[in-house]
């Protein structure tokens, strides 16, 4: 989706060296950084949680616990490259909050890595633990980095690299990473064996998203893609749709916008348009995504995949932007890119009923606004994209006892945690007279504030 640039050579920092907050002096990786879709991303995640505090009464020690992550950590990771040079990759891993359990999160290896951007991720992974009840807190970790850039050999160096400038970050009862944009199965397995080389024994819990033969578990590649299908069946049932009506547009046209495609085109969703990051297609009939993306996988992008042969001739379709796709006159638009995609500026022109959200963060709080003013309901991402780390915790606990359990078992777990916290997330946005996503943030609170609570709040202390 997402031409190499190298980031700036840094003094390398030792593997314990944390910060408690963010600095407010403003330094190239705090929210001052030039690129204005990445410095406001951790304001967006505290408007949120304000918002919610306006129907919610927590302790002050709690709200003052959630306004700032609890430590970070910044590495320099030197990689040695094919041709002989050395370069240096900048790193973060965040720990938000872990007052619920070990912290849990992905790792994503992507050129817009930044601080900020980790920061906020790990705080919506708190939320997102919380609100589905798993006993988790959360985090987040990103590397500065396009992976398309490197060789399959230079990424696993980058892989095993990072794992050892955070490895005294980490750990099965400490904090838990796992796969997010650009890292998969085969990184999680080189980073996983790094972790137990550096170990010297096998520690299979320390991180999930591996592939079966390395400890994974049954289902996980389909799980945020399958999470958000289990909700997005009760939103239907609750509004009585008939999927042969519905029209979807999908961005984000990746392992979970590829699944919950195919899966919709299945109950019989007219899919009418898709995207990756290199363009998007629009078609006045329903798309298959199957198709798609085998031709996709040949052609290496979307803007190939109706161009060749035959393939020319299954659907009549027109090439349109990634931004015309937001904007396309569609049911429900589901969002599996990246974070800041439907913002105050396109908001108004989004013409989309439902939205789902699938990646993190896709929608800014001014355009949560707007969206709600004209009509839309978001099913928000804190609520529909937690299937991924529902069954990373589901791996979690099956190499912790050393259990090995089978597709069928895994999808029959999930899609009670995921209907349940649907069912409570929307009981809790009728009484309070207001949005899913809200709705998510007062559930994920109250169970994270009497978490903190319970060890004691400065009432207790003055009374």
């Not at 920061?119 to 500065?144: C, E, N, Q, R, Y």
């Not at 898709?274 to 992008?301: F, Q, Y």
Request: hydrophobic letters at 35%; aromatic letters at 6%; charged letters at 25%.
């Amino acid at each position: 989706m997402p031409k190499k640039k190298s980031p700036p050579k840094q003094e390398p920092q030792k593997n314990h060296s944390l910060k408690t907050a963010p600095e407010k002096k403003p330094t190239p990786e705090t929210p001052s950084h030039k690129n204005p879709q990445q410095e406001t991303t951790f304001s967006h995640t505290q408007a949120q949680l304000q918002k919610a505090l306006k129907h919610l009464k927590i302790s002050e020690d709690a709200e003052t616990l959630l306004e700032h992550p609890k430590e970070s950590l910044q590495v320099t990771i030197p990689l040695r490259m094919d041709d002989g040079s050395l370069k240096t990759f900048q790193g973060y891993r965040v720990h938000y909050n872990d007052v619920l359990g070990p912290t849990k999160g992905g790792i994503r290896f992507h050129p817009q890595v930044s601080l900020d951007e980790v920061t906020s991720l790990a705080f919506w992974m708190t939320i997102k633990t919380a609100a589905v009840g798993l006993p988790f807190g959360g985090a987040k970790g990103g590397v500065i980095v396009d992976p398309k850039s490197l060789s399959k050999k230079e990424l696993e160096r980058l892989s095993r690299g990072y794992i050892r400038a955070i490895y005294d970050f980490i750990g099965p009862d400490k904090d838990i990473p796992a796969p997010d944009v650009y890292t998969n199965g085969l990184v999680m397995a080189w980073m996983a064996d790094e972790v137990n080389t550096i170990a010297r024994k096998q520690i299979p819990a320390a991180i999930t998203g591996k592939p079966i033969s390395q400890g994974g578990s049954q289902g996980r590649e389909e799980a945020t893609a399958l999470g958000a299908y289990y909700v997005l069946k009760e939103h239907e049932k609750a509004n009585s749709w008939a999927p042969k009506k519905i029209t979807v547009a999908v961005q984000g046209f990746g392992n979970a916008g590829y699944h919950i495609t195919q899966m919709l085109h299945d109950d019989g969703y007219q899919i009418k348009a898709v995207s990756d990051s290199k363009g998007a297609l629009l078609a006045k009939k329903t798309l298959d995504p199957k198709s798609i993306m085998e031709h996709k996988e040949k052609a290496g992008k979307l803007e190939g995949v109706f161009c060749h042969g035959t393939v020319c001739d299954l659907v009549d379709h027109e090439k349109i932007t990634n931004a015309a796709l937001l904007e396309a006159d569609v049911d429900l638009l589901i969002l599996a890119a990246l974070e800041n995609q439907i913002t105050k500026d396109n908001a108004k022109n989004i013409k989309a009923k439902t939205i789902l959200e699938i990646a993190n963060g896709p929608t800014t709080p001014e355009a949560d606004e707007i969206l709600e003013k004209s009509g839309s309901v978001i099913i928000p991402d804190v609520l529909a994209n937690s299937g991924g780390v529902t069954v990373s915790y589901f791996e979690w606990v099956q190499n912790k006892r050393g259990l090995q359990w089978t597709e069928k078992q895994v999808h029959k777990k999930l899609k009670p945690i995921m209907t349940s916290a649907y069912a409570d997330i929307a009981k809790i946005a009728k009484e309070k007279k207001t949005d899913l996503r809200t709705a998510a943030y007062i559930h994920a609170l109250k169970r994270i504030s009497q978490g903190i609570d319970d060890k004691g709040t400065a009432s207790y202390f003055q009374g």
